[in-house]
């Protein structure tokens, strides 16, 4: 190789090594701009964060309140309420006046039917000595606001032959009160259930399957929990009992004898007692039951889903809604279809409620059989 092509190879080499090095320089310095570029944004991003998040929730506030502020100050008649109470009520009106179906509603009632009566009827002198080995009397009742347990299933055929009224009276209603107040405490759990039901956001499937059956006991079609709540809830005892003994006579009447009937609930179909006055043109029975129980149950199933007891249901819902206690008198008032005698009906409960000093009974309790019990004292 000559001196000229050394020559030429040695200049080309350090033309590259000048051209290769101000390259990497340049790649090395844009480099370093791009990687304090990055680091810029990420910072500033970073802080708009901290600032967004700390800020957030301050203009979130201050944003509701405005809306809040602007709602009560665009919202100064009631008429959107009223809108909306009207449409719940229409609802509601428009359950009452379905039809429902008896088989659904009483089924539960039914299945009395299908036990074998095995009852042993007692008589007059044996439960009065039931009432007086377990000291259960209407005094210790008044005193202590708690009734025993004592279910009969039948009544004492020497009803009629008790020459005292004020012993009968007293009899019949140590008879019936544990009976009522039973059948207050099912509504009762029923009630605290559906509430605890409401207040979920997701229901079990036997939660589901427990509300469809009270939709078909209460005889609700389109299932509408509204109208469930206003339907499932007790009837005062001082009312159930005071139109027991108007049915009945205090026990005495061939229904609640013969049918174990203790509120005179008409029946079309063949099963019944009928009675002996009945017009020609009239084909209704009453209805008769294996055991007392199943008439308590039947009576307040027919109060609770009938669209004649309507303003019964609404009167009592009303109640509820303010915090009152259930007033039998007043609820009494809303019984005037219950009888033929409408008004003069009413009147009577209410005379027979104030004579016996009915209302007493209206806040005893059961003593509990149970640990579900235990809570309603």
Request: proline share 2%; net charge positive; hydrophobic share 40%.
């Amino acid at each position: 190789m000559n001196k000229k092509n050394i020559h030429s190879i040695l200049f080309a080499k350090k033309f590259l090594n000048k051209k290769g090095l101000e390259l990497f320089k340049k790649n090395y310095e844009d480099k370093l701009d791009n990687n304090f570029r990055n680091f810029i944004y990420t910072a500033f991003f970073s802080l708009f964060l901290i600032f967004f998040f700390s800020i957030g929730p301050k203009i979130l506030s201050y944003k509701n309140n405005l809306i809040v502020t602007s709602v009560e100050v665009n919202n100064n008649s009631k008429s959107k309420l009223e809108k909306i109470l009207n449409k719940k009520e229409k609802k509601i009106e428009s359950n009452e006046n379905q039809e429902i179906d008896n088989f659904q509603v009483f089924e539960d009632i039914f299945q009395y039917e299908e036990i074998p009566s095995s009852s042993v009827r007692l008589s007059a002198s044996t439960i009065k000595q039931l009432f007086n080995d377990t000291n259960f009397s209407l005094k210790n009742i008044r005193e202590t606001k708690l009734v025993k347990p004592i279910t009969l299933e039948l009544l004492p055929k020497e009803m009629k032959m008790i020459e005292s009224s004020i012993e009968r009276k007293n009899l019949f209603i140590s008879i019936v009160l544990p009976l009522i107040l039973e059948e207050n405490n099912k509504i009762i759990l029923d009630r605290k259930k559906l509430f605890t039901v409401l207040n979920k956001n997701n229901n079990s499937e036997a939660e589901k399957k427990w509300l469809n059956m009270k939709f078909k006991q209460y005889g609700i079609k389109n299932r509408d929990l509204s109208t469930l709540k206003v339907r499932m809830d007790i009837v005062p005892a001082s009312l159930a009992i005071a139109q027991a003994a108007k049915e009945t006579g205090w026990g005495t009447s061939r229904f609640a004898q013969e049918g174990n009937a203790l509120f005179g609930q008409w029946t079309f179909s063949g099963k019944g007692l009928k009675p002996l006055a009945i017009d020609s043109d009239k084909s209704h029975k009453v209805m008769k039951f294996q055991i007392l129980q199943a008439s308590v149950r039947a009576y307040q199933r027919n109060l609770n889903t009938h669209s004649s007891y309507r303003k019964f249901r609404k009167i009592r819902a009303e109640a509820r809604d303010n915090n009152e206690k259930l007033d039998s008198f007043i609820l009494a008032d809303c019984l005037d279809q219950y009888a033929a005698t409408g008004k003069e009906y009413t009147e009577v409960l209410k005379e027979i409620i104030r004579q016996n000093s009915l209302k007493d009974f209206d806040n005893v309790k059961l003593m509990p059989t149970s640990e579900k019990l235990k809570n309603l004292i």
